[in-house]
T-cell receptor, first 109, second 116 residues
Framework: KQEVTQIPAALSVPEGENLVLNCSFT??????LQWFRQDPGKGLTSLLL?????REQTSGRLNASLDKSSGRSTLYIAASQPGDSATYLC????????FGTGTSLTVIP | GAVVSQHPSRVICKSGTSVKIECRSL??????MFWYRQFPKQSLMLMAT?????????EQGVEKDKFLINHASLTLSTLTVTSAHPEDSSFYIC????????????FGPGTRLTVL
């Protein structure tokens, strides 16, 4: 069974810093990997979707990479802002979505 | 973009009652919908996969007689929590897979269920 791990579980940074969130998965047979943002008590907002054949995707200040062979993905956030504070989830799509436990990010003004 | 709605967004009920949660794809057809549960400080766990016009497929450990799923149309799936207990209190999120697009799911905003 696919297992998805996210490190760190929590992260606190001052505003303006660049940061990296990590995601690892045990089964490389995936269709895609997706990064989501979840605000407290809210649903999921899709940030970036990387197909299994792709290496990275970029959207604004966000860049996600995928190394399927090693079972790793990173989400890079440039010039962090207080509004980026949220929980970030990665999920891999095989026959179903498998979610990591998330990284809780706090950006301090 | 594809939009998925859930209703209600928040519900409080007494122990022993049943609660129905609706998941709708607003601007696309979804042959397959998924129901997830998220406990505090935990990630989403898939409960069941719902296919239009057929019985839902439940994940191991999920009681199908307690969590009734109906997917009667290509835009609506419902989850009914029967005889709810306090331990059923959770955040329930649905997602919809656009017909013919297996790789992408669109998530609803979630329903917060509190059972007293």
């Amino acid at each position: 069974k696919q297992e998805v791990t996210q490190i760190p579980a929590a992260l606190s940074v001052p505003e303006g810093e660049n940061l990296v969130l990590n995601c690892s998965f045990t089964d490389s047979a995936i269709y895609n990997l997706q990064w989501f943002r979840q605000d407290p008590g809210k649903g999921l907002t899709s940030l970036l979707l990387i197909q299994s054949s792709q290496r990275e995707q970029t959207s604004g200040r966000l860049n996600a990479s995928l190394d399927k062979s090693s079972g790793r993905s990173t989400l890079y956030i440039a010039a962090s802002q207080p509004g980026d504070s949220a929980t970030y989830l990665c999920a891999v799509k095989g026959n179903q979505f498998y979610f990591g436990t998330g990284t809780s990010l706090t950006v301090i003004p | 973009g594809a939009v998925v709605s859930q209703h209600p967004s928040r519900v409080i009920c007494k122990s022993g009652t049943s609660v129905k949660i609706e998941c709708r794809s607003l601007d696309f057809q979804a042959t397959t919908m998924f129901w997830y549960r998220q406990f505090p400080k935990q990630s989403l766990m898939l409960m069941a996969t719902s296919n239009e016009g057929s019985k839902a497929t439940y994940e191991q450990g999920v009681e199908k007689d307690k969590f009734l799923i109906n997917h009667a149309s290509l835009t609506l799936s419902t989850l009914t929590v029967t005889s709810a207990h306090p331990e059923d209190s959770s955040f329930y999120i649905c997602s919809a897979q656009r017909t013919g697009h297996r790789d992408t799911q669109y998530f609803g905003p979630g329903t917060r269920l509190t059972v007293l």
